[in-house]
Structure formats: structure tokens, C-alpha cells
């Protein structure tokens, strides 16, 4: 009996690791989340945002970069629903900079998930593991119009 407990112990803490260890990098769509509900009561009108090369008037005030880089619990979520919400995240700490810095966009957002820089104006790079899934964006917060 014995040698099947530790036997069993050993199974789990082996093969428990390389379960918890998955790290799958997917890229998901922007504009699903940014036209949900939730984005919309969160986000306002009173920021706006462009992503990579999305053309943009010209700044009147560049008021700095902008880096954030946020987690969340994706135990018993799907990688799908963990990395929008997560990206939704990430977007209201860029909203809140940007209105702290007296900016009224954010503009060239890119994916920067482990330091791999990503440059798209429809999809952004979640990282989702078993149990957390991360989106870390960079930014360049302006002001646009007065």
C-alpha cells in the first residue's frame, strides 16, 4: 500500500508541473473586445486609442511612453475569455495614464508580451497558461485636439 502512495505522489509531482508550465501565446481579436459592452462602459469616449500603424491626426502635445503589463486568473477560464478580459485590463491602465499625463489618445499600441514586440492593428498577443493569462502593452500617449 505503501509503494502505491508514494508511487501515486511521485505520478502527480512529476506530471503536475508540466501541466501548470503551459504558456500558449495566442493572438486574439482587438475589435471583439474593444466593441463588447463591458470595453464600451469601461473605456468611455474621452481616450482614444490606435493600434500599430492605424493613421492618427497629428499630435498637437507627445506626452511619453506608456508601458503596462497586466495578469489575471485563468483557472477554470478558457484561453479566450482569460485573454479578453485581461486585454481589457491592460487597456483601462493605459486609459488611466493617459488621462493622468492630460492625454486624450494612445496611439501605436503594440503587443510587448516577454519582450516580443508586436505590431497589429486587429489582433494583440495574449500569453495563457492553466492558471494565469497575461497582455503587456506599449503605447505613446498624446494629445490630439484641445
Same mark, same amino acid.
Given at each position: 500500500?505503501?509503494?502505491?502512495?508514494?508511487?501515486?505522489?511521485?505520478?502527480?509531482?512529476?506530471?503536475?508541473?508540466?501541466?501548470?508550465?503551459?504558456?500558449?501565446?495566442?493572438?486574439?481579436?482587438?475589435?471583439?473586445?474593444?466593441?463588447?459592452?463591458?470595453?464600451?462602459?469601461?473605456?468611455?469616449?474621452?481616450?482614444?486609442?490606435?493600434?500599430?500603424?492605424?493613421?492618427?491626426?497629428?499630435?498637437?502635445?507627445?506626452?511619453?511612453?506608456?508601458?503596462?503589463?497586466? +495578469?489575471?486568473?485563468?483557472?477554470? @477560464?478558457?484561453?479566450?475569455?482569460?485573454? =479578453?478580459?485581461? *486585454?481589457?485590463?491592460?487597456?483601462? &491602465? #493605459?486609459?488611466?495614464?493617459?488621462?493622468?499625463?492630460?492625454?486624450?489618445?494612445?496611439? +501605436?499600441?503594440?503587443?510587448?508580451? @516577454?519582450?516580443?514586440?508586436?505590431?497589429? =492593428?486587429?489582433? *494583440?498577443?495574449?500569453?495563457?497558461? &492553466? #492558471?494565469?493569462?497575461?497582455?503587456?502593452?506599449?503605447?505613446?500617449?498624446?494629445?490630439?485636439?484641445?
Amino acid at each position: 500500500m505503501k509503494k502505491i502512495v508514494i508511487l501515486g505522489l511521485s505520478f502527480l509531482t512529476l506530471f503536475s508541473s508540466l501541466t501548470f508550465a503551459r504558456d500558449d501565446i495566442g493572438a486574439y481579436s482587438i475589435s471583439k473586445v474593444l466593441s463588447s459592452e463591458t470595453a464600451k462602459a469601461k473605456l468611455g469616449s474621452d481616450v482614444q486609442f490606435y493600434f500599430g500603424e492605424q493613421a492618427y491626426a497629428e499630435p498637437i502635445q507627445k506626452l511619453g511612453d506608456l508601458r503596462t503589463n497586466k +495578469k489575471t486568473n485563468a483557472f477554470n @477560464k478558457s484561453d479566450n475569455e482569460a485573454c =479578453e478580459w485581461v *486585454f481589457l485590463s491592460a487597456m483601462i &491602465a #493605459l486609459k488611466k495614464s493617459a488621462v493622468e499625463r492630460g492625454g486624450n489618445a494612445v496611439v +501605436k499600441i503594440k503587443s510587448n508580451y @516577454k519582450n516580443n514586440l508586436t505590431s497589429s =492593428e486587429t489582433t *494583440f498577443q495574449c500569453g495563457a497558461g &492553466a #492558471l494565469i493569462a497575461g497582455v503587456a502593452l506599449t503605447g505613446e500617449v498624446v494629445k490630439l485636439t484641445d
